[in-house]
């Protein structure tokens, strides 16, 4: 049964690639001021079901990371972005890349189009590529890494401090913000645990000159105690859902 239902819902993605039912949501990461202002936002893909109905990400993104439906989903995901930036000339926009998404030549022919496009929308993308994705292919991130960074590209390491990462390798990438993983931002405000925790990956953060944003952020206390232990932008419910407008 779960095979099939597995198969269902490959089958519900392709449906929504191919009908053209995808969206964006914009989430606002926040400065982690007195005065709090929009640092910039994450885009996230929304695929919608033949109803209008959004398709809970987490049913499908287990499921197509590795597969063909993966790339064609970051393809998606990297075209409405580069429209929203065009037609948006202030906005600076995060978008979720697969690190197997890189050596996909679709992915770059419409990364590349993206480039070539005389409003420089580029110059306000950055990539968030998650701890787990980077690993496994940190030879193919950090190539792609030194040759976008000239073009003025950003890059976020997403789900810092859950998967492991080598701490060895993290000088070596070119990442310009990490996200602390929710995981340690969940009631930080009274967990002394993820304070620890917390401190030491801004600590890693400041150390290698990245910024450091805290993810999952769902209460004034959480805010506050990050804002106390160094933190440089919140994202998260506290500061509102996302949104299919901006």
């Known amino acids: 049964a779960m095979a099939s239902r597995d198969a269902d819902v490959m089958t519900i993605v392709g449906d929504a690639l191919t009908a053209g039912r995808t969206q964006l949501a914009f989430h606002p ?5 007195a005065e709090p202002r929009i640092a910039f936002h994450e885009g996230l893909i929304r695929l919608l079901d ?10 499908f993104m287990p499921l197509i990371e590795e597969t063909g439906l ?26 979720n890349l697969s690190a197997r998404s890189i050596g996909d030549g679709e992915w770059r022919r419409v990364l590349d189009r993206g480039l070539l496009d005389r409003g420089h929308p ?6 968030e ?11 193919n991130v950090m190539r792609f890494m030194y040759e976008m960074q000239p073009k003025g ?10 998967g492991l990462t080598a701490f060895r390798h993290l000088k070596e990438f070119l990442f310009d913000f990490v996200k602390i993983d929710k ?11 993820n304070q620890v925790l917390a401190e030491a990956l801004i600590t890693v953060a400041h150390q290698f000159e990245m910024f450091a944003v805290a993810d999952g952020v769902e209460t004034e206390a959480e805010a506050t105690f990050l804002r106390g232990i160094g933190v440089d932008c919140l ?12």
């Open 129 to 139: 590529i998650s701890e787990t994705s980077a690993m496994m292919l940190h030879e």
């Open 153 to 162: 590209i950003g890059f976020a390491l997403d789900g810092f401090g859950a």
């Open 183 to 193: 995981g340690f931002v969940r009631g930080i405000d009274r967990d002394p645990d």
């Open 235 to 246: 994202q998260g419910y506290h500061f509102g859902v996302p949104s299919f407008t901006l």
């Open 122 to 127: 580029a110059d306000r993308l950055i990539f």
């Open 70 to 95: 993966g790339r064609q989903l970051d393809c998606v995901t990297l075209g409405l972005a580069m429209q929203k930036l065009r037609s948006t000339p202030d906005l600076r926009l995060s978008v």
């Open 50 to 59: 033949e109803d209008g109905r959004i398709i809970p990400a987490a049913h």
């Open 29 to 33: 990461i926040m400065t982690a001021d």
